[in-house]
């Protein structure tokens, strides 16, 4: 009975978390122990019991579906001879990095700065400043500034940031050809 009101617990906190704004959202990881520099988005609620173990720079963006694990569940196999048994990583995410919708961050990584996470990758290990890393298990396929070139020069990189919803909509439509 104890566990599910811990479980619906935790669910009601998921869902307050995720009507908060962003601001909201910073605020509270703040105050359960995440280190966050400045200038973050943060879209996902991912964080782990041991929130004190990740440390988050300064322009980073978090899209939705961004897990955190900073302990090794598998301890749990280990525990017949050794019943004290935990595993604990941090967690850091370097300045200006960007981590795509549904990846997964394992204990003891270090993303550097200037990187670009792809969505649903599994993160271990230490990234270097400048990489563009995607897949199951994550793997350099370019440099940043490669990435940022290719998308410069993408046929569907439209300049709709500032546009309203309205504009936005038809432009895009209209680039598509739908009609």
Not at 150 to 160: D, E, Y
Request: aromatic residues 6%; contains cysteine.
């Amino acid at each position: 009975m104890i566990s599910l009101i811990r479980a619906i617990r935790g669910q009601i906190r998921k869902i307050l978390f995720s009507l908060k704004g962003n601001k909201g959202r910073i605020k509270q990881l703040r105050s359960d122990g995440v280190t966050i520099g400045e200038d973050c988005l943060i879209y996902t609620n991912g964080f782990p019991s041991e929130p004190y173990l990740v440390e988050i720079g300064n322009h980073v963006a978090l899209a939705g579906g961004t897990i955190f694990l900073t302990h090794d569940g598998s301890a749990w196999l280990l525990r017949k001879k050794n019943p004290d048994l935990d595993i604990f990583g941090k967690i850091k995410i370097g300045d200006n990095t960007f981590v795509g919708v549904n990846c997964i961050i394992l204990p003891n990584t270090e993303i550097g700065k200037n990187c670009i996470v792809g969505a649903g990758s599994v993160v271990r290990g230490k990234i270097p400043d400048n990489s563009v890393v995607m897949g199951n298990p994550a793997k350099i396929i370019m440099k940043t500034e490669i990435m940022e070139k290719i998308s410069i020069h993408n046929k569907n990189a439209l300049p709709t940031k500032k546009m309203t919803l309205g504009k936005k909509t038809e432009y895009i439509k209209n680039h598509f050809n739908i009609v």
